[in-house]
Structures are given as C-alpha cells and as structure tokens.
C-alpha cells in the first residue's frame, strides 16, 4: 500500500493496481521532499543561509506540482481534469517565484527590476487563474481523451477553448529567461572561474527548463500534440542543478568544518605553549566554550560547567566593576577590549591576568559573541612593581644627591632670613626695655619678621618635597611656577658660582599634567648640570638660560641652554644611559632618571648642541587638555 493523489484527494491504493506513471512520480515528489527537509535542516542550523530555506520551499512546491500532475493524469472528468490544472498553479507560482529567489541569493546578480517585474506577472497570472470559470489556460473544457503514456492510460484534454490571456504566460517565460540569462552573464563577466562554472550549471538549467516547458505547454494547450500537460520532466534540470551546486557547498563546508575543528586544536596548542587562554561566549545561547588553560586560570576543571557570572565572581571584588563596565564599554563602542584584573579562588591564591577580546554579531542573529584571551600576568606585575619602586628609591637617592651639592647653598639660603629674624627680635628686645616704646617701630620688625619666617618655611617645605619618597601623582601643573621653584633652590648656588641665570617664560602657558616634586627634580638635575658646564669659563661667560614655551603640536618645550663646550657627538649617543657620566665624582644616574620621569608624563627628553652657545636640554610635555 502506498499514499497517491488522485480524483481531489489523497487516498491509499493496492501497488499491484498501481501505474508507472504513479510510481515514478511518487519516487520523484518524495526524493525532492527529502532534499528539501535536509535543506530546510540546514537553514534552521544556519538561518543566514537563506538560499536553503528557498531551495527547501522550491521543492515543496514541486512536490505539489508533481501531486497536482498525478490527479489530473487519473482525471475522470473534464471539471476534475480542469480543476487539477487550476490547482496546479498554487505549487507552480511558488515554484517559479523559488527560482527567481534561488537566481539571486546563489549568483547574487541580476537585475532586481527585471526579477519583481517577473514576480509581479506571474502573481496577476495567478489571481486571472482563480478568477475564472475553469482555469487561466482554458476558457472551456469540452471534453478529454484516455491515451497510452510510459506504459500506462492516462488523461489528456480533448475538445477545449484555450485562454485569451494565454499570452501573458508566453511573456513571463520569457521574462524569466531573460532574468535568469541576466544575472549569469554579468556573473560570468565579473567572476572567477569558479563563479564562471556556477553561472554556467546554473543558467543553462534554468533557461533549458523555461524554454522546453514553455515549448511543451504551448503544444499541448493547442492541441498540437496530444500528451498531459506536464512540467515535472523539464524541472529535473533546474531541481539537479540546484542540488549539485548546494551539495557542492555542503561538502566545502563540511571540509571547512573538518579544516576548522582541526585549526582549533592547532591553535589550542599553539594558546598554550604561549601559555594563553582561549575562550568564547555566546550571549544568545549562553554557551561558554574555553581552553583548558583558560580554565586553570580560574579554577575551573576541565568538564565542570559554569555560568557567565560564575566566571565573573572569580574576579576579584574591587576590579570587578571595572572589568564589566570596561566590557560594557567596548561592546557600546564597537572596539577590542583590553584589561588588567586579579583572580581569586580556593587553593590558588590570588593571581593578576591580562585579558583581550572583541565582541561582534551572533552568526545565529541574535545576541553578540565575546572571544578573547587570557593569560597569566602574576610573575610580570611583580617584577614591575619591585622595578617601579627601584625606580622611585633611585629618583629619591638622585633627589638626595642634588640637595647635597646645594647643602651649603641652602644653607646660606636659609641663614639669611634666620639671621634677619635674630637681629629684629634683638632691636625689638631693645626697644621694649626704653621708657616709651615707638609702637609703629615694632610693628615694622613684626612685619620683617613675618617675612623671613615665611621664606624660611619656603624653603623648608621645598626641601621637605623634594626629600620625601613618593609615588608620581599627576595633577595639572603651572609650568612658571615649577621653574621659579627650582629657581628659588639654586639662587644662592647660582650666586656663589658667579652664574647668571636667565629667565624666559612665554606668557600665559597653559598647565600640563604632572607632578610637581618628579618634574622639579629634573630641572633642577638640568641646571646644576648647566652651572657644572659653565663653571670653567670666565664669570662674565656664565650664563644658563631656563625657559618655556607651547609648541605648536599640543605640547609645551621647557628648556635649559648653557654656554659651556657643548657636548661630543660620541658622548651626546650615551648621555641619558644609566651610569654613563662624565664627571669624575658623578653617579651617571641624574640624566636616566630624568628620562625615565619624563617619559612617564608621557613626554620625552633630548640633547642638542648649539653653535658657539653650549648645550641645550629639551623638556617636551604633553598640555592638559581638560584643563585647558
């Protein structure tokens, strides 16, 4: 027993009493129904391959072309025979609606016009079909004949009135073939030679299919031939094309698939000789794939299951935030995201890691895929932060150094308003034990007092800065007033040197970013540096220019300009290299510190020398733009 169509239903029949015609339309309806559930599979696996759901619907509707062919060869009347035509337009105007779908996303050309133009004729053919009494190709079925077809007797129209809009069905044909005709030139004009053999298997099945069927139909609705009115033999072309080209990508992609499940292994062990962790999260799905390294890293086992927040909860509480609004961030923006966080679970302690990743669309549609890497950056930040600290003991030995050089300055510094407060306390004492005391007198030794007091503490607080051990604290900087600090320290060194300090400060600088203490410490180390250079020459020879002034690239040059010798070109190449030094009680850590401060402020240190006029120190820092 087998299922068939036949008089206007499906109904169950002997298969000994069964035709040819019968059977070898049923093999044909059901293997193309196979094909087309496999497709649809596909598509629902991969919705973005869309040209398997059209396949998919194209054979459904040759199914039901193939069904609506078998009733009206089993016809016993003209009215069933002209119904099961009628009927047959339903599955043949999705059919060709398929192919015209199928020409565009498989070749992705043709002219878009020309495909809706189709479309929209066959659609007024399709409503003229239901709109008339019999069908579109008939306007009157009289009578209808039994004939001798593959073997079997089988209906055929006799005596019929043939449509008057029959036409229009030749000018959709032709339309079709020249859409399709369209679409594989200007594939085969522009594309490889793969593409050259698409459009070949493609076209020349498509315009056979249309050419023969359109020639077959014609000759049997004017009775020039008498056989059924059939187009199923012609769409084997079309249906055969379609399915080699689709299998041929189905077998690519399961190469690919093959390729690519083999590169992930590849890639595994290249992730974790590297010592990297992989991993993926699907925010549609919720699925989290992860190597076995990135695993470790979090304290996972190889098969345990978790939860995106399970692997956010390993993060340690205070960068927790940080990490997801970063994330947030980067998905918003569109951009890679890059952070620095710390792991904390059972048995491992706590570890510092290093992550990248970028987001982008769901190949499902819905949702964002997150990929990144991992990897463990616990050994580094040590290593960094015993270095920063070494960094910071070196710039405070350096600061100590220089205050050494300017002790006996300092002092001197210092002994001037000390001394000026013991002599006004002595004339006041004096005052006070006279008879009358001349009160405006007092209130002017007050005042001198209040005032050497205050530079007394100047200078106090300046030495106590510049002693103290500190991280670097950037804040905006008024760039004049670091330069009259450091001015202030070496007065009185300048002055026992006989050296002429010279400032030029551009008016009206705008701040940078900075700190005070790290940036003073380098002017000062150019200076003395400067005063050293000089200090051969003659008194009136002597001079250190110190000045500032904006470039014109956002940034601001400050500057110290001497007119000693200058410096040799084999020695200006090593004069910011850790312990390189030229004098001979000198550390050669002064200039390395200075460059590695100022690099921090995202600035750079250079060395020219000027023609007749010494050596030149560049100081190039960034301008805070939010305070300006």
């Avoid at 000789?273 to 699925?287: I, P, V, Y």
């Avoid at 009259?484 to 970013?513: G, K, N």
Wanted: aromatic fraction near 8%; hydrophobic fraction near 45%; include cysteine.
């Amino acid at each position: 027993m087998m299922p068939v169509w036949g008089n206007g239903h499906w109904g169950w029949i002997d298969m000994g009493a069964v035709s040819h015609v019968t059977i070898l339309w049923s093999l044909v309806a059901g293997a193309t129904a196979l094909l087309g559930a496999v497709h649809f599979a596909f598509w629902m696996a991969n919705p973005q391959a869309r040209v398997h759901l059209v396949f998919a619907i194209t054979a459904l509707a040759f199914v039901g072309v193939a069904a609506t062919e078998i009733w009206g060869m089993h016809a016993a009347t003209p009215q069933e025979w002209g119904a099961a035509v009628r009927w047959c337009h339903v599955p043949l105007y999705f059919l060709v609606v398929g192919l015209v779908a199928f020409v565009s996303l498989y070749l992705g050309t043709g002219r878009a016009w020309l495909g809706w133009g189709y479309v929209g004729l066959r659609s007024v053919i399709f409503a003229a079909n239901f709109a008339s009494e019999t069908n579109f190709n008939f306007e009157r079925i009289d009578s209808i004949e039994r004939i001798r077809f593959l073997g079997d007797t089988v209906t055929v129209v006799g005596d019929a009135v043939v449509g008057k809009w029959q036409l229009l069905g030749l000018v959709s044909s032709a339309l079709l073939v020249v859409y399709v005709l369209d679409a594989c030139v200007t594939l085969w004009r522009r594309g490889d030679a793969e593409e050259r053999r698409r459009a070949l298997v493609v076209g020349g099945a498509f315009v056979a299919f249309a050419g023969a069927a359109t020639a077959y139909v014609q000759l049997v609705l004017y009775g020039i031939v008498q056989l059924p009115l059939l187009i199923t033999p012609m769409f084997l072309a079309p249906l055969a094309a379609m399915t080699y080209e689709l299998s041929r990508d189905l077998l690519r992609a399961s190469l690919l698939a093959g390729e690519v499940t083999g590169g992930k292994v590849r890639l595994e062990l290249a992730a974790t000789a590297a010592d990297l962790g992989l991993g993926e999260w699907d925010s549609g799905s919720g699925r989290i794939w992860a190597t076995s390294k990135a695993r470790q890293l979090f304290g996972f086992g190889e098969t345990e299951e978790r939860s995106p927040q399970s692997w956010l909860d390993r993060i340690h509480p205070d960068d927790r935030v940080r990490v997801t609004e970063g994330l947030a961030r980067s998905i918003r923006g569109n951009e890679d995201y890059v952070a620095e966080f710390r792991v904390s679970h059972d048995g491992h302690g706590t570890r510092w890691l290093t992550a990248r990743g970028r987001a982008s669309a769901s190949g499902r549609g819905k949702g964002l895929v997150l990929r990144g890497v991992v990897r463990d950056v616990t050994q580094y930040r040590e290593e960094h932060d015993e270095a920063l600290e070494l960094r910071r003991e070196l710039a405070h030995s350096g600061r100590v150094s220089m205050l050494g050089q300017l002790a006996s300055s300092l002092a001197h510094e210092l002994s001037q308003p000390l001394g000026a407060i013991l002599r006004n306390t002595e004339a006041a004492e004096l005052m006070l034990q006279a008879s009358t005391v001349d009160v405006e007198a007092l209130r002017e030794i007050v005042v001198d007092i209040q005032r050497d007091d205050r530079r007394a503490g100047l200078v106090i607080e300046r030495l106590r800065s510049l002693l103290k051990r500190r991280e670097l604290e950037l804040q905006p900087l008024a760039v004049d007033g670091i330069v009259q600090d450091v001015l202030t320290l070496v007065h009185s060194d300048s002055a026992s040197r006989h050296v002429h300090i010279d400032c030029r400060l551009e008016p009206s600088l705008p701040a940078v970013l900075g700190d005070r203490v790290h940036l003073s410490q380098v002017l000062l180390n150019l200076l003395l540096n400067a005063m050293d250079a000089v200090s051969g020459l003659t008194p009136d020879r002597r001079r250190v220019v110190v000045g500032a002034g904006r470039n014109g690239d956002g940034t601001i040059e400050l500057y110290v300009a001497d007119t000693g010798n200058g410096v040799p070109p084999d020695v200006a190449a090593q004069i910011f290299e850790p312990f390189f030094t030229t004098k001979p009680a000198g550390m050669g850590m002064g200039l390395a510190i200075s460059r590695s401060i100022v690099e921090r402020h995202g600035g750079s240190i250079s060395l020219s020398n000027e023609p007749g006029r010494g050596a030149r120190f560049s100081v190039v820092l960034p301008i805070d733009t939010e305070a300006a």
